[in-house]
């Protein structure tokens, strides 16, 4: 007997899509190329202007401590108003110290440059074997695929700022970065968290801290 031979009618379909999809990479890479080159100069003028930041930031913390000095002098004078002020200030002196700490730390996008140039090189080896890769459902950082449990659940950078706009709204400052559960922990310090993309900074309060960073369900559903 002859030897009979099966097709299939997907074939094509699938082919279209693979093309589609190299073609999405290829125009995500053309995208990434120039984001190394500009922050490999946004390093540069970091360390320039790094030395002016800390001396700034190092005479507001003078004057926030010299005006919680001058607060505890007055401290038989102070009524409720006066007790909240003093909780502002310390908050605002956290911050401020918080600010100090990370210039401190001389950082200058090496990471941030690492991570473009990680993500370039796999997008590269993905259009040369051919392969579909889908960046929306890979931490930012670790480049692995999330998950619904675990270390590798989505979080969204997000900061709810209600106790200090208004008690009876949800209203959250975010930077719009997704990595999974187990980087995040990694980058967070005991007193706030990072962005390593955009450098935005999470500062931790009583009401919120790092088990309030938000699941990102749509990184899953998409």
């Known amino acids: 007997m002859g030897e009979i031979i099966l097709t299939c ?25 120039p984001q190394v080159t500009i922050e490999k100069k946004k390093g540069s003028r970091a360390k320039a202007e790094h030395k002016e930041k800390v001396e ?3 005479n507001e913390k003078w004057l926030i401590d010299h005006e919680i000095i ?8 102070q009524t409720d108003d006066a007790y909240n002020k ?19 730390a001389k950082k200058d996008h090496k990471k ?27 931490c930012a950082v670790c480049f692995t695929e999330f998950k619904e449990t675990g270390d590798k659940v989505p979080k969204i950078l997000s900061e709810d700022i209600r106790f200090i706009i208004s008690k009876f709204k949800h209203i959250f400052l975010e930077c719009g970065h997704t990595y999974c559960w187990g980087c995040i922990k990694q980058l967070a310090t005991s007193d706030y968290i990072q962005c390593p993309l955009d450098e935005t900074i999470f500062i931790f309060t ?17």
């Not at 001058?70 to 004078?77: A, G, L, R, T, V």
């Open 112 to 138: 941030t440059i690492q991570n473009l140039e990680k993500r370039n090189k796999q997008l590269e080896k993905a259009l040369n074997n051919g392969l579909e890769v889908k960046p929306w459902k890979q």
């Open 70 to 77: 001058q607060m505890h002098w007055d401290h038989e004078e």
């Open 56 to 58: 700034k930031l190092k």
């Open 206 to 222: 009583v009401e919120y801290d790092i088990d309030d960073v938000v699941k990102n369900f749509k990184a899953l559903s998409m």
């Open 9 to 33: 009618p997907e074939a094509p379909l699938k082919r279209l899509g693979s093309a589609n999809a190299l073609e999405d990479l290829k125009k995500e890479l053309k995208k990434l190329k």
């Open 86 to 104: 003093l909780v502002k200030t310390t908050t605002k002196l956290k911050k401020q110290l918080i600010k100090l700490e990370v210039l401190s």
